[in-house]
Nanobody
Framework: QVQLVESGGGLVQAGGSLRLSCAAS????????MGWYRQAPGKQRELVAR???????NYADSVKGRFTISRDNAKNTAYLEMNSLKPEDTAVYYC??????????WGQGTQVTVSS
C-alpha cells in the first residue's frame, strides 16, 4: 500500500552538493520516522540520518555537519541535503519509513557517486 521513491542522485565532484528526495505514496507518512540509509558495493547498509514525526533528528558521525534531513508531511516527502561530499559518500541511498504497529517500508534507492 505504501511506496517510497527516491530521486536526486547523480555524479558530483568531491566538495559538491546533492539534494535527495523521497516521495511516499501512502497516507501513513506523517505518523512515521523517516530514515536515509546507504550501501556501497560489498558493504553493509548503514544509517545516514533519520527524522521522527516530531522533527527530532539523528545523524551518523561520518555525515554530521555536512548532511541535513528534513520532511514535509503535507507533501509526503523527506529530503536529504548533502554538502561537502566526499568519495567515501559514494553509495546507493535508500529512504525508509517506520511506523509503530509496526510497519517498515523501503524505497528502491538512488545512486550517489562522488569522484575524487
Amino acid at each position: 500500500q505504501v511506496q517510497l521513491v527516491e530521486s536526486g542522485g547523480g555524479l558530483v565532484q568531491a566538495g559538491g552538493s546533492l539534494r535527495l528526495s523521497c516521495a511516499a505514496s501512502g497516507s501513513i507518512f506523517s505518523f512515521g520516522t523517516m530514515g536515509w540509509y546507504r550501501q556501497a558495493p560489498g558493504k553493509q547498509r548503514e544509517l545516514v540520518a533519520r527524522i521522527t514525526s516530531g522533527g527530532s533528528t539523528n545523524y551518523a558521525d561520518s555525515v554530521k555537519g555536512r548532511f541535513t534531513i528534513s520532511r514535509d508531511n503535507a507533501k509526503n516527502t523527506a529530503y536529504l541535503e548533502m554538502n561537502s561530499l566526499k568519495p567515501e559518500d559514494t553509495a546507493v541511498y535508500y529512504c525508509r519509513l517506520v511506523v509503530a504497529t509496526p510497519y517498515d517500508y523501503w524505497g528502491q534507492g538512488t545512486q550517489v557517486t562522488v569522484s575524487s
